[in-house]
T-cell receptor
Framework: EAGVAQSPRYKIIEKRQSVAFWCNPI?????LYWYQQILGQGPKLLIQ????????DSQLPKDRFSAERLKGVDSTLKIQPAKLEDSAVYLC??????????????FGAGSRLTVL | SQQGEEDPQALSIQEGENATMNCSYK?????LQWYRQNSGRGLVHLIL?????REKHSGRLRVTLDTSKKSSSLLITASRAADTASYFC?????????FGTGTRLTVIP
């Protein structure tokens, strides 16, 4: 089966600019996650979707970050305006159901953002 | 929510040696997962162990879980250069997974 697709792989922007990341999960996976991974740290959940509804966005900085999952398939994560501390890898993952049910997450390769 | 703490933070071994890394946590769980992340890549699931299991094997991987001590260990036997990566334990939250800061393993050929 095809994996989780993410684009772009790399992005360099100036602070205060905007950026968008795209994710296409594994076909049939109802749950989609966006994680932020700062260099040297573990992934931190930003937002979780179940189909096209938001399950958890408590860690999403909503003043600058937004995400949507139209039609319960692809998802887009946007940052506007970007700050220096947003430099990180943005990982998209998907699973069949919520991970609390001992399901396994499949991750994409990530989108590396550098904010100058 | 809770986050596992991996130990050690970094580990360097010779090819062929065994590598052991540990994960400790604070609240009760019903399962625990281990993931690997190669440099510049996403995370890859390695193994899931449930709270009623004490040990689980997958190829050269052995995972143990001690719920009384709230800890898990990942053993990689006969390590290879290709095992060089970061390894994370992942704990279930209400709806999702929480990852620790990882153990960075370097296997020297």
């Amino acid at each position: 089966e095809a994996g989780v697709a993410q684009s772009p792989r790399y992005k360099i922007i100036e602070k205060r600019q905007s950026v968008a990341f795209w994710c296409n999960p594994i076909s049939g996976h109802a749950t989609l996650y966006w994680y932020q991974q700062i260099l040297g740290q573990g992934p931190k959940l930003l937002i979780q979707f179940q189909n096209n509804g938001v399950v958890d966005d408590s860690q999403l900085p909503k003043d600058r970050f937004s995400a949507e999952r139209l039609k319960g398939v692809d998802s887009t994560l946007k940052i506007q305006p970007a700050k220096l501390e947003d430099s990180a890898v943005y990982l998209c993952a998907s699973s069949l159901t919520g991970a609390s049910g001992a399901n396994v997450l499949t991750f994409g390769a990530g989108s590396r953002l550098t904010v100058l | 929510s809770q986050q596992g703490e991996e130990d050690p933070q970094a580990l360097s071994i010779q090819e062929g040696e065994n590598a052991t890394m540990n994960c400790s946590y604070k609240t009760s769980i019903n399962n625990l997962q281990w993931y690997r992340q190669n440099s510049g890549r996403g995370l890859v699931h390695l193994i899931l162990i449930r709270s009623n299991e004490r040990e689980k094997h997958s190829g050269r991987l052995r995972v143990t879980l001690d719920t009384s001590k709230k800890s898990s260990s990942l053993l990689i036997t006969a390590s290879r250069a290709a095992d060089t990566a970061s390894y994370f334990c992942a704990l279930p939250g209400a709806n999702n997974l929480f990852f620790g800061t990882g153990t960075r393993l370097t296997v020297i050929p």
